[in-house]
């Protein structure tokens, strides 16, 4: 891999970056267990595995000192009253953070730390978001029509554990409520 500056675009707002190595899409099914309503979810499933969200990469090395970006979009839409949203996990190294910067539409940043800390900050374009070291997250998309767009960058060592998400859930979640978005504990949340 080439040791050379480099520069890429992303349109404005929020469009594909004009280098992409890797391109990942991630549709319902990647998300089995993690939506609240599990009925919606499978009956959303059996009419379409729809596409949930999509991540625009730039190849790096996975190792220390080096910084991996790209744009992911998270795509609108819902299972019951829960808004789309990410897979989410911690980094493997746990002590290694991660900048986002919103792009376009609105959401959440859900974020939870190993000894049960929460936080869930808006997202909106313009705004960057610090996640330090330690906090699992997961973006939620609660625009009606347009995506949530933003670009990330993470050192090359992270890593991703998406296994103990996988297992216990996130203990926050962003739901549409009848008074608008409302953001509640988990019912579901299996403490570890
Ligand atoms: C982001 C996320 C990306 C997709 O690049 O990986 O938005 O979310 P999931 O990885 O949870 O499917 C990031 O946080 N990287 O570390
Ligand atoms: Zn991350």
Redesign the pocket.
Known sequence: MSNLPFTFDIPIPGGVPTRVDKHVQ?RLSALKGQFLDQTAYEKKLAEEDSLV?E?YEIHRPEIEGELLM?V?FIHPGKVGQEFYM????F?TVLETA?VYYILQGEGFMVMETPEGETSVEPLSPGRILFVPPRWA???VCTSRQKDLVFF?V?PGN?G?D?GTIEQFGFRKLVLEGEGGIEIVDNPRYQGR
Do not use: C, D, N
């Open positions: 991630r969200y991540v790209g992911s990410t897979k989410g996990h980094h991660e997250h997961r973006s990330f993470y992270a991703h998406y």
